[in-house]
């Protein structure tokens, strides 16, 4: 058990620039989570992958928002068109299947600060 | 719908004190509850998890926490507080049934002191 990896650690990037944030979950995981957390707040889901297929989505979820997981294996979660609300820290975890709630291993996060 | 509220943005106690983190649930089905700390620039790790079984719940580093469904309440607690247990320390719930993504509160952040 490697645990939750998530690439970059920092990320500082001018207003208007696309960034691009990986995660490579625990690798028998087969669902993974994104979430926001801003400074004095709990993480605030994102969306939520089971195996490749993208089951839920949060509102926060703008449409300059996307997220992949191909192949069910690791994701992105690209920010389009970036703007001061962006800067959060993005909180990637992976769970196990199956039935009733499997508790959630999270990476060390991705810190984006916007210019 | 799901929610939880956690009293105190900031909890401070001496080393060797008792700690107590309060946390408030709303839930319109049976909730799952966890307790998560996190450390700076880190993310988040299980400390302990309440799924229907024991009301309470023993988990890592000497804490507990006690379901109480008639109060909705789900606080944590360690009968001796450390100076390494100086963290930021969040509830969540989840609903039983359903996509079981936990909803998380704002967070207390414990100080603990020499």
């Known amino acids: 058990d490697t645990g939750v990896s998530q690439n970059p650690r920092h990320k500082i990037t001018k207003r208007g620039q696309n960034v691009t944030f990986r995660c490579d979950p625990i690798?028998?995981?087969?669902?993974l989570y994104w979430y926001r957390q801003t400074l004095g707040q709990g993480p605030e889901f994102l969306t939520y992958?089971?195996?490749?297929?993208?089951?839920?989505k949060s509102r926060l979820l703008s449409d300059r928002f996307s997220a992949e997981r191909p192949k069910g294996s690791f994701s992105t979660l690209e920010i389009q068109r970036t703007e001061q609300g962006d800067s959060a820290m993005y909180l990637c975890?992976?769970?196990?299947?199956?039935?009733?709630?499997?508790?959630?291993?999270f990476g060390d996060g991705t810190r984006l600060s916007i210019l | 719908a799901q929610s939880v509220t956690q009293l105190g943005s900031h909890v401070s106690v001496s080393e060797g004190a008792l700690v107590l983190l309060r946390c408030n649930y709303s839930s319109s089905v049976p909730p799952y509850l966890f307790w998560y700390v996190q450390y700076p620039n880190q993310g988040l790790q299980l400390l302990l998890k309440?799924?229907?079984?024991?009301?309470l719940v023993k988990g890592i580093n000497g804490f507990e926490a006690e379901f109480k469904k008639s109060e909705t309440s789900f606080h944590l607690t360690k009968p001796s507080a450390h100076m390494s247990d100086a963290a930021e320390y969040f509830c969540a719930v989840s609903a039983s049934g359903g996509s079981y993504i936990p909803t998380f509160g704002r967070g207390t952040s414990l100080i603990v002191h020499p």
């Open positions: 975890a992976s769970s196990l299947g199956g039935q009733g709630h499997q508790p959630q291993h």
């Open positions: 992958f089971q195996n490749e297929a993208q089951l839920e």
């Open positions: 690798s028998e995981h087969n669902r």
């Open positions: 309440y799924t229907s079984a024991a009301t």
